[in-house]
């Protein structure tokens, strides 16, 4: 259950079931060895398994880019794979590449920041503290079966149309689902471990710091990714509807000038700058996790 | 049956006092009666082991005296002084390890030394020595994920040492471990033990570990959980694979058995 909770924060927050996540129950030992909850981690193999994965990967690209050419040439109203190339060379040239790419990553990654990094002492207190956690959970719960864009209208009216909503937005989605995660890890800290620490003479400070903030990072660390995909898929959306700049904004106005290329040069964009940012995480995931025992 | 339970001694003379401590929680909207009304003396560097079936209380009664549970009524005394939470002074070792699995063997050991404030150098020298007498100094840079069961409750056993308690609570440390490991690790506990003494208390399931450990077996009971018997062993130390095998073993072995296995339920243990 400690592997599996996380992840579902990741699609969306399970409809009729709003307190599943973070009213888990505090399960005991078994969360010590068990506490792996990095999800769709690929599975760690021998040098030659991990070589043939990777030909394997590259395979798959090349074929699907083969396919996408064979279509855009047989009466799809697709870009070749050369035009969008194409596109993203004169695109960059422009400059405007550069100009989208910058405001897009500034946004994402302030209210991603923010947001986590306010969502890990909400998360703390939450699972440390029951006054807290009375007090902060009804929000939390409320606010995360909202999608962080439905609340754009509302935001662009109090906030203007300033880069404040759009960041906003992102900070909420962040936050929504870093919190969750957080406060998941802190209650979920083996019993055992604390009582270990309490009788080698530990006192409640130095419980928290030493055993509950170590035991944590590996839930903290997914919070921290789901909360990066939905700050990048709200981030988008968000350009879609309001802003003068960014990959979402030239999208749309591609679309409104039937421009495909650029479209699909957006797509790509957000789909490897979201990659990175990703594998950039499960890097610091695996160098911070690594001691945990897998099954 | 209760009659074979010591009487309170003047606690004075007591390294642990257990006096008349009962502990009831709530289950399913009554009371389940964990510990009634539990005495047990247990003398300085004596080495006490406690069996019986589960739901005795055997692992509450450790987890009053470690200060990780309050007594319903009653005392629980260490050196004369009332169990006020856990402290140092009382070493605990868990049945699941409970190694820090971020942290290498060596600083799990050092873990206690940290929290109690000793610089570096000591620390390190202190762990070094403890590593080695559990045998592990291979291992003192590895990760707990890395060691075997055996290997992690030598370094749980190690850790608790290098805080040096006066008492060590282990509970059914060697429960989760396979036979063969087990019986290596109870020889060598029991030299660790003789080289630094300390006062003991083991709770085990295995009659066969509670004898050969001990200089007395404290027999338990259930519902309500009390104790049942008191065994003297009065084997030598060290206690080698001659004296496991020894006819006189064997008749200690026979007598903690029945005690364990074949107990008379409490007929009167509301009236006492």
């Not at chain 1, 650029?262 to 990703?278: E, R, Y």
């Not at chain 2, 009382?90 to 404030?117: D, S």
């Amino acid at each position: 259950m400690t592997a599996s909770t996380p992840r579902l924060a990741r699609n969306g927050p399970p409809p009729g079931a709003p307190a599943a996540a973070a009213a888990g129950p505090r399960s005991g030992r078994d969360t010590g060895a068990a506490g792996q909850p990095g999800p769709g981690r690929p599975t760690r193999r021998r040098p030659p398994a991990r070589t043939l994965l990777l030909v394997l990967n590259a395979c798959s690209i090349v074929a699907g880019v083969a396919i996408w050419w064979i279509l855009s040439l047989n009466g799809f109203q697709f870009p070749t794979p050369p035009e969008v190339v194409e596109k993203a060379v004169q695109l960059g040239r422009d400059g405007l590449l550069r100009q989208d790419v910058l405001a897009s990553l500034g946004r994402v990654l302030t209210g991603f920041l923010l947001g986590s990094a306010a969502a890990i002492p909400v998360g703390f207190l939450m699972g440390w503290y029951t006054v807290a956690r009375g007090l902060f959970e009804p929000w939390i719960q409320f606010f995360r079966t909202i999608p962080p864009l439905a609340l754009l209208p509302l935001v662009l009216v109090l906030m203007g149309i300033g880069e404040l909503p759009k960041v906003f937005v992102i900070f909420l989605a962040a936050f929504l689902a870093c919190v969750i995660s957080t406060y998941q890890g802190v209650v979920s800290v083996d019993r055992t471990l604390i009582n270990a620490a309490r009788v080698l003479g530990a006192k409640d400070g130095t419980i928290f710091v030493r055993v509950v903030v170590p035991a944590s990072t590996p839930f903290i660390l997914v919070g921290m990714r789901v909360g990066l995909g939905s700050a990048w898929a709200t981030l988008v959306a968000a350009e879609l509807l309001a802003a003068q700049v960014g990959l979402g904004y030239r999208m749309q106005q591609a679309q409104l000038y039937y421009d495909l290329a650029t479209i699909f040069v957006g797509i790509i964009l957000i789909g490897v700058l979201g990659l990175v940012m990703d594998r950039l995480l499960l890097l610091a995931e695996s160098r911070l996790t690594g001691w945990q025992e897998r099954r | 049956m209760t009659t074979t339970t010591p009487t309170p001694a003047p606690a004075a003379t007591a390294k642990i006092s257990v006096q008349e401590v009962s502990k009831t929680f709530p289950l399913r909207g009554e009371d389940f009666v964990a510990l009634d009304r539990v005495s047990l003396d247990i003398a300085d560097n004596e080495f006490v082991t406690v069996v019986g079936p589960s739901g005795c209380g055997k692992s509450t009664l450790m987890n009053v005296l470690a200060g990780l549970e309050e007594p319903t009524s009653g005392r629980a005394l260490v050196d004369g002084k009332d169990v006020a939470g856990p402290g140092p002074d009382r070493g605990v070792i868990f049945q699941q390890y409970a190694l820090f699995p971020w942290l290498t063997v060596r600083k799990n050991v050092e873990f206690g030394l940290k929290v109690a404030g000793l610089p570096a150098a000591e620390r390190r020298e202190r762990a070094e020595h403890f590593i080695r007498l559990v045998g592990l100094d291979q291992f003192a840079d590895a990760l707990p994920k890395m060691l075997s069961g055996g290997m992690k409750q030598r370094c749980a056993i190690a850790r608790a040492y290098a805080v040096d308690p006066s008492i060590l609570l282990m509970d059914e440390p060697f429960g989760a471990l396979d036979a063969l490991t087990r019986v290596t690790l109870q020889e060598q506990l029991l030299e660790t033990w003789s080289r630094e003494k300390r006062t003991v208390m083991f709770i085990t399931h295995d009659v066969d570990e509670a004898v050969f450990l001990a200089n007395r077996v404290v027999v338990m009971a259930a519902r309500p959980g009390r104790i049942y018997d008191v065994v003297d062993v009065g084997l030598p130390y060290p206690r080698t694979e001659e004296v496991r095998l020894s006819p006189e073993f064997a008749r200690l072995r026979n007598r903690v058995w029945h005690s364990v296995y074949h107990q008379t339920p409490a007929l009167n243990a509301q009236e006492g």
